[in-house]
């Protein structure tokens, strides 16, 4: 079975740019999760979405970020505009429930320049 | 609410000592456990869980976690390192209600020295 799915792998661009990550859960799972991952502050919740529908965004640093998930096999990460301080590692997961254990795709590596 | 704390974030045994990972929750309902493993560049995977049966869980690897209440602890210990277990370990707690999502700690990483 396939598993999460992020795309790109890989993301450099430019500061001002629009940047956008995407996912593709495991089919039959419910919840959907965005997080990033750097040195300094580790691994961070942004947003979960349960049936497509926003439940927690308060992990979302600032109003550059936006996230949306128009159905369930399908959830974008949007960042406009980009800024050097967004360089992480972005990383996609999806579970049955919330409190289940998450599958977490490879992650997209983003470097803003 | 709920809260994971990792003892140590970095931890570095020889080759075939004892692996012991701390991991210390807080939570106000009957909790869910979970450890995981990230290898370099690699998203999370899932080592084990605890969802309230056996206490002493087994998972992938060779790694087991006892579930101490009494303790509030989830440590993970495996009885002899290889190499291959060079990574980082994160802890995770989430509740048996459904209402909370998992909550990680801030991991430890893992060095095995030859």
């Known amino acids: 079975d396939a598993g999460v799915i992020q795309s790109p792998r890989h993301e450099v661009t430019e500061m001002g740019q629009e940047v956008t990550l995407r996912c593709k859960p495991i089919?039959?799972?419910?919840?959907l999760f965005w997080y990033r991952q750097t040195m300094m502050r580790g691994l961070e919740l942004l947003i979960y979405?349960?049936?497509?529908?926003?439940?927690?965004d308060s992990g979302m640093p600032e109003d550059r970020f936006s996230a949306k998930m128009p159905n369930a096999s399908f959830s974008t990460l949007k960042i406009q505009p980009s800024e050097p301080r967004d360089s992480a590692v972005y990383f996609c997961?999806?579970?049955?429930?919330?409190?289940?254990?998450?599958?977490f795709g490879d992650g997209t590596r983003l470097s803003i320049l | 609410a709920q809260s994971v704390t990792q003892l140590g974030s970095h931890v570095s045994v020889s080759e075939g000592a004892l692996v012991l990972l701390r991991c210390n929750y807080s939570?106000?309902?009957?909790?869910?456990l979970f450890w995981y493993v990230q290898y370099p560049n690699q998203g999370l995977q899932l080592l084990l869980k605890?969802?309230?049966?056996?206490?002493l869980v087994k998972g992938i690897n060779g790694f087991e976690a006892e579930f101490k209440k009494s303790e509030t602890s989830f440590h993970l210990t495996k009885p002899s390192a290889h190499m291959s277990d060079a990574a980082e370990y994160f802890c995770?707690?989430?509740?048996?209600?459904?209402?909370?999502?998992?909550?990680f700690g801030s991991g430890t990483r893992l060095q095995v020295q030859p």
């Open positions: 995770a707690v989430s509740d048996y209600t459904g209402r909370r999502a998992l909550t």
């Open positions: 605890y969802t309230s049966a056996a206490t």
């Open positions: 997961a999806s579970s049955f429930e919330k409190n289940q254990p998450q599958h």
């Open positions: 979405f349960n049936n497509n529908v926003p439940i927690d």
């Open positions: 939570s106000s309902v009957p909790p869910y």
């Open positions: 089919s039959g799972h419910n919840s």
